[in-house]
């Protein structure tokens, strides 16, 4: 009687990206659809990987990007610059949640 191999779970897409950001020791989301935030104090914030404006006041800025939806809260919040998939968000920056 053959015994049967242990069966190997299928590998997903997401996955193999994030084995190849691994062995190319390139920074985690860098090939997956995550978006990368960059801080420079809480004055400014680079959001790339923006798919879009979800709500836009003077406190409250929510991006949506293609992992969910990044929310800032502060006081004098602005966007400084927008592009097709990035987004500079600046002012006195209080709060940033990550919301699915």
Do not use: W
């Amino acid at each position: 009687m053959r015994k049967k191999k242990p069966s190997r779970l299928p590998r997903t897409p997401v996955r193999l990206l994030e084995r190849a950001e691994e062995t190319f020791e390139l920074p985690a989301g860098a090939l997956t659809q995550a978006a990368h935030l960059e801080l420079s104090g809480n004055h400014r914030a680079v959001v790339e990987g923006c798919r879009g404006i979800l709500e836009y006041e003077e406190g409250v800025i929510r991006l949506n990007t293609g992992s969910g939806v990044i929310r800032f809260t502060g006081t004098d919040l602005s966007m400084s610059c927008m592009t097709e998939d990035s987004a500079v968000v600046v002012g006195s920056i209080l709060s940033l949640e990550f919301l699915s």
